[in-house]
């Protein structure tokens, strides 16, 4: 079974915001950070899940199912909330190679993952992020 990673704040803003949806879902893309930038102790090429877009509202962001405000080829996962108690991914989720399922009562232990192989673990990590830089 494969080992899907992330950190406990990034875990912990997902269960927040599933928790303000109920009862309705939430779906995020998320994206990696290499191990190498953090200090997890991990062969420095694993992916590390640390960030996330926020889907937006407008329906000119969603095109065909696409939310075009989140970047190109900038997220290897995505989480879903179930507030149905459901933790496996259903044919009504919006899919990707790494899916994290939360439940409630929206807890870290009601986050499970999979991958295109089905059900991995999940190993959640307390790391800080490296400072971002943006360049003027």
């Known amino acids: 079974m494969s080992t899907v990673h992330a950190t406990s704040d990034l875990i912990g803003v997902l269960l927040d915001r599933a928790r303000d949806q109920e009862p309705q879902q939430v779906t995020v893309p998320l994206a990696t950070t290499p191990a190498g930038q953090l200090d997890v102790g991990?062969?420095?090429?694993?992916?590390?899940?640390?960030?996330?877009?926020?889907?937006?509202?407008?329906?000119v962001d969603a095109v065909f199912g696409i939310d075009l405000s989140t970047p190109l080829a900038r997220t290897s996962g995505r989480f879903l909330s179930h507030p149905d108690g459901e933790a496996a991914p259903t044919v009504t989720d919006d899919l990707h190679s790494v899916l994290l399922v939360g439940v409630p009562p929206w807890e870290r232990e009601d986050v499970r993952a999979y991958d295109q192989h089905g059900p991995a673990?999940?190993?959640?990590?307390?790391?800080?992020?490296?400072?971002?830089h943006v360049e003027e």
Do not use: K, N, R
Not at 42 to 59: C, G, M, N, Q, R
Not at 121 to 132: M, Q, Y
């Open 42 to 59: 991990l062969d420095p090429e694993v992916a590390v899940f640390t960030h996330f877009y926020w889907p937006t509202e407008s329906s």
């Open 121 to 132: 673990d999940l190993s959640i990590h307390d790391v800080e992020l490296p400072p971002e």
